[in-house]
Nanobody
Framework: QVQLVESGGGLVQAGGSLRLSCAASGRTSSVYAMGWFRQVPGKEREFVAAMTREGVNGYYVDSVEGRFIISRDNFKNTVYLQMNSLKPEDTAVYYC????????????????WGQGTQVTVSS
């Protein structure tokens, strides 16, 4: 089994930055692509960004392209989300997720989920 623990959320003013971290533990050899999702009350969970195990390419939803950067450190079993130029509409609970098998494609289901961390952007 794999456990994911997010950290780094908080309150920030519009235009500011935050960096989220997600540490994987347990059977980390079965962690492949890792990603970030977000959800606001009353709405469906939204894909934000993902990165394959090789850590070469990042995939982003259009609304964060150019502002957010996903990266990962496989030695630390950690994925990061650097969020810059934050907007009030980025306010959400952010979830880390991981896929437990290779061959990434963007619609592939995620097998492991963290508990989420709140990000609030004030105007």
């Amino acid at each position: 089994q794999v456990q994911l623990v997010e950290s780094g959320g908080g309150l920030v003013q519009a235009g500011g930055s935050l960096r989220l971290s997600c540490a994987a533990s347990g059977r980390t050899s079965s962690v492949y692509a890792m990603g970030w999702f977000r959800q606001v009350p009353g709405k469906e969970r939204e894909f934000v960004a993902a990165m394959t195990r090789e850590g070469v390419n990042g995939y982003y939803v259009d609304s964060v392209e150019g502002r957010f950067i996903i990266s990962r450190d496989n030695f630390k079993n950690t994925v990061y989300l650097q969020m810059n130029s934050l907007k009030p509409e980025d306010t959400a609970v952010y979830y880390c997720a991981a896929q437990g098998s290779p061959y990434y494609y963007i619609a592939k289901p995620y097998d492991y989920w963290g508990q989420g961390t709140q990000v609030t952007v004030s105007s």
